[in-house]
């Protein structure tokens, strides 16, 4: 049976994508792998869309989702796997909880994400990245 892959991608953080770029490839490439991307949009805390909504500046979760898959489907555009193995994926709420529960319904084989951002180094894997390792069903490769 094809192998299935996850590799949940945060489109605000390029360094990272650049990291699993080469790692997902080759798993890719290794027996003609479907590789499925997910960006996961976080819901507003509820503070911080009072203050934004009474400065007007609320952006409408449809325009949020919408900048957010078109980000996702470029980067996913670079990556050397055939059209017709990837395909991406939008979802709202808390990325650990979405990354897990895209992976039990596709029956993910293998999760592939980068630890954690570059910046936040007191930290050898973020909160996302932790929660994934800890709770996944399936293999995760953590690239550092
Ligand atoms: P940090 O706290 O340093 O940002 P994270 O654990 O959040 O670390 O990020 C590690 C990995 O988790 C990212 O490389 C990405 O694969 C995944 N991730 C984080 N945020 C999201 C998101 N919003 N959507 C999809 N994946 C995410």
Redesign the pocket.
């Known amino acids: 049976m094809t192998r299935t892959i996850l590799v949940?991608?945060?489109v605000s953080?390029s360094d990272?994508t650049q990291r699993v770029v080469s790692h997902v490839e080759s798993q890719a490439h290794i027996d003609d792998a479907r590789v499925h991307f997910?960006?996961?949009v976080?819901s507003f805390p509820y503070y911080a869309s009072l203050g934004l909504a009474q400065s007007g500046q609320l952006p409408s979760m449809d325009d949020l989702q919408r900048e957010a898959i078109s980000k996702l489907k470029e980067i996913a555009a670079q990556f050397q796997i055939p059209d017709d193995r990837k395909q991406t994926h939008i979802a709202e709420g808390s990325?650990k909880d979405k990354?897990l529960e895209l992976a039990t319904t596709l029956s993910a084989d293998l999760i592939i994400?980068?630890?954690?951002?570059p910046d936040?180094s007191t930290?050898l894997l973020?909160?996302?990245?932790?929660a994934v390792v800890r709770h996944a069903k399936c293999s995760v490769l953590v690239v550092r």
């Open positions: 949940p991608i945060d953080e990272l997910l960006t996961v976080p990325p990354i994400l980068a630890s954690h951002r936040m930290w973020g909160s996302n990245a932790a």
